[in-house]
């Protein structure tokens, strides 16, 4: 499953590149006519009626609500999203790249010191150079993924 998201759904987006989804988002696109470039196969994300009625014959999800967290409900359940389809933290939150381990010596001087005394495993994004390690953010977002298929 893969996705796009409106402008208006960046908070969206990050939560679904955290739980290991493609998505692109718009508003990090500067091109004007965003969901016209994207393949297909692409589920629309949107809180826009316009879009909504543009792409009517698309593959598309009308969001309804305002929180981040209930939009990722909404997705989990109206895709029927299953708990095997997530691929936890192994995508660039920024950029969307798909993620890779990093030896823990060539992590260290490009992390702060006191996060690589701390932590064992790293991972880098090759795109946009990113260093992701196993933080509390991980931790408090791996409990928002959970709850989400409670
Ligand atoms: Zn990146």
Redesign the pocket.
Known sequence: MRFATDATLGKLGRHLRTAGFDTLCQHQNRCGDFFNTIDGQRIILTRTMAVRQKFKHRHLLFIRDNDPLRQMMQVVRELGVQPNDLRPFSR??????A?APLDRDEARGRVPDYVWQRHRAFHR??????IYWAGSHRQRMGKRLDAIFK
């Open positions: 660039c939150i920024a950029c969307n790249t993620i994004c090759d795109s946009c150079r990113r």
